[in-house]
């Protein structure tokens, strides 16, 4: 407990250094009403938003309307969906990457999950929310929204609003703030898969201050700050209005709920964990197989169920684009599944459960970003490549990568992360079936269907993906570091053959 404690105090020391950095960014005039949003939209410039796009926060200007009301409904929506997400993390993961571990390291792989899903949460709210959904610069946001200030509105007598993606339609910004903790939380949540069974449980807690705090909140902001509808209220302020979001929403990319800054953000920091934490002691050589295909199985569906509010809750509205990603997350996992346990047949002569559980993540992951995106039939497409990418990314590029990556974090978030990236660009085409571009922006920029250029969007795709590795990569090689140096990233041999569920926590997951 005092290593726990110590690792905590020095975790708050680098961040609160980190930030003392971060204050130096050149930050805009401080709003009088916040209006934040996610997702992905594209600049007007470069090519204007697809319907459910771009991340935003938006400033006194686009806010200025004060007759504004959230719609109960949406509100309503939106709380169901933060509940669903909840769910995708405790239990839903938890129970997945549990019954992949062995039994000696369940309740350690439970621990790290629930604990790190809380620990960002916290760490949201005291400053992460305002480093990503604040206007700052093209790469971090700045400090308005620091334990939460100003979310009650004392001028209006009333809780200050957060944009949607349509104008004049707001939601509560306290109700925004509370969907986007949840990604936050799974975001890191899912890179405990990467060294399971191995870490010890103070240096999981402090890598990941560091990490969210550098890594998770810039990139959110990179890629889903904006100003919001509202702010685009002729072709005059374009300009001006895409200079303030962050730097790769300003370049025009595509990411729904979730592609680059939760599934490639995370596996790559898992990826490099697992080369810095090292193999676990007998891998290739025991025995390692999952424990318990069954709570596997059960995690692996209310991942599924929670995805919905993951996707779906990512329109920010109960409209048609919601609907839309709603479609897509059932038709591209279904796709996966049955991709999955095709390749399997073919590659071993059978499918298996484990493979099945897989391909359902494997889906969830690649759909993620284009959920809102494209039409169904690009969502089947890109669900059934996606089974087959991340059976090979499990198999044969885990091979080629010779990392430990224990549950596969990179081989399925990073493969299926990358892959519907990248296939966001191809079928968001309107002429492949995808929605296009907003009417909205359509209206405020003159730009219509005809402008769309597939090559260009996933050109732009593409340095999105690299943009989210680089960042990742060195972040969590420099997070690493630190962990290591100062506490010591793995735990002993002798924990290690006993378990973490003893050794680090003092119990047991069934009574032997």
């Known amino acids: 407990m005092k290593k726990l404690l110590a690792s905590l105090a020095l975790g708050l020391s680098l961040l609160t250094s980190g930030v003392a950095v971060m204050a130096q960014a050149p930050a805009a005039a401080p709003a009088a009403t916040s209006v934040a949003a996610p997702a992905e939209a594209k600049p007007a410039d470069a090519a204007p938003a697809t319907a459910p796009a771009a991340a935003v926060a938006a400033p006194a200007e686009a806010a200025a309307a004060p007759a504004l009301v959230p719609n109960k409904g949406d509100t309503a ?5 933060t509940i669903l997400v909840i769910l995708m993390v405790v239990p839903g993961l938890a129970l997945f990457y549990g019954g992949l571990v062995r039994s000696k390291n369940m309740l350690s792989v439970l621990m790290q999950v629930m604990v790190t899903f809380s620990l960002i949460v916290v760490l949201w709210f005291i400053y992460g929310y305002s480093l990503a959904f604040t206007e700052g610069n093209a790469y971090f946001g700045g400090f308005d929204r620091l334990f939460m200030a100003g979310i009650w509105d004392n001028a209006a007598g009333t809780f200050a609003n957060a944009a949607t993606f349509s104008k004049g339609v707001v939601l509560p910004e306290i109700v925004f703030a509370a969907f986007q903790a949840t990604f936050a939380g799974i975001t890191c949540a899912l890179i405990v898969g990467a060294f399971a069974e191995r870490m010890k449980f103070s240096a999981v807690l402090l890598f990941m201050v560091i990490w ?11 890629v889903w700050f ?7 209220t002729g072709k005059e302020v374009v300009d001006a209005m895409n200079a303030k979001g962050g730097y ?11 592609g680059t800054v939760v599934h490639i953000n995370a596996a790559v920091a898992g990826l490099v964990g697992a080369y810095m934490v090292g193999k676990r002691i007998g891998y290739g050589k ?11 199985m059960v995690g692996s569906s209310l991942l599924w169920v929670g995805w919905f509010g993951f996707n779906a809750g990512s329109a920010l509205e109960a409209n048609g684009f919601a609907a839309l990603a709603f479609i897509n997350t059932l038709g591209a996992t279904a796709a996966a599944v049955l991709a999955w346990c095709v390749g399997e047949a073919l590659m071993r002569g059978k499918a298996s459960m484990l493979g099945a559980a897989s391909g359902a993540v494997a889906g969830l992951v690649a759909i993620t970003p284009a959920a809102g995106n494209v ?5 089947l497409v890109i669900g059934f490549l996606a089974g087959f990418a991340c059976l090979w ?11 430990d990556d224990s549950l596969d974090v990179f081989g399925v978030h990073g493969i299926g992360g990358i892959l519907g990236a990248l296939l966001t660009g191809v079928f968001n085409s309107p002429s492949l079936g995808g929605p296009g571009f907003v009417a909205d922006w359509v209206t405020a920029t003159g730009v219509t269907a005809a402008d769309y250029s597939i090559v260009s969007q996933v050109w732009i795709q593409a340095k999105a993906v690299f943009i989210t590795v680089v960042w990742s990569g060195v972040v969590s090689f420099i997070a690493y570091k630190v962990v290591d140096l100062t506490i010591g ?3 002993s041999e002798e924990d290690e053959r006993e378990g973490l569920d003893i050794t680090a926590h003092g119990e047991t997951a069934y009574n032997r």
Request: charged share 10%.
């Open 375 to 379: 039409g169904i039939g690009g969502g």
């Open 489 to 491: 990233l793995r735990v």
């Open 286 to 296: 025991e025995a390692m197989a999952p424990h318990s295909l069954t709570l596997t």
């Open 212 to 222: 969210f705090t550098f890594s998770y909140a810039p990139i959110a902001h990179m």
């Open 248 to 258: 790769l929403w300003q370049s025009g990319a595509l990411d729904f709920a979730g």
């Open 393 to 403: 990314g499990v198999n044969g590029l885990k091979k080629i990568l010779g990392a």
């Open 77 to 81: 929506w939106m709380m169901t969906s």
């Open 226 to 232: 904006w100003m919001g509808p509202d702010a685009y």
